[in-house]
Nanobody, 120 residues
């Protein structure tokens, strides 16, 4: 089992930046990829960015050109640097660990989420 704890969310004006962190503990050898998702009110949870164990990132449309996913060398902290934030980025952001087979990622563990609000 992997335990995930997100932090770094908050209120930021449009155009601002935030850096989310996700601290991992537990059985960190049980997954080969990590990802950030978000869920806005009334919407489905969507994947934002993904990072395989060899540090190959994949970005999805909300993140293109604005967000960067990275981890520390020991694999026990995952980051999401978010720049040029927009009001539509307002959501609860979740990190996950899971299994990547080809292009298919299956999340297995989730954090509790951190709220990001973009508003003036």
């Amino acid at each position: 089992q992997v335990h995930l704890v997100e932090s770094g969310g908050g209120l930021v004006p449009p155009g601002g930046s935030l850096r989310l962190s996700c601290a991992l503990s537990g059985s960190i050898s049980s997954f080969n990829a990590m990802a950030w998702y978000r869920q806005a009110p009334g919407k489905q949870r969507e994947e934002v960015a993904r990072l395989s164990i060899d540090d190959s990132p994949v970005y999805f449309s909300p993140a293109w050109g604005r967000f960067t996913i990275a981890r520390d060398g020991a694999k026990n902290t995952l980051f999401l640097q978010m720049n040029r934030l927009r009001p539509e980025d307002t959501a609860v952001y979740y990190c996950s660990t899971g299994l990547l087979l080809g292009r298919d990622y299956t999340p297995k563990n989730w954090g509790q989420g951190t709220q990001v609000t973009v508003s003036s």
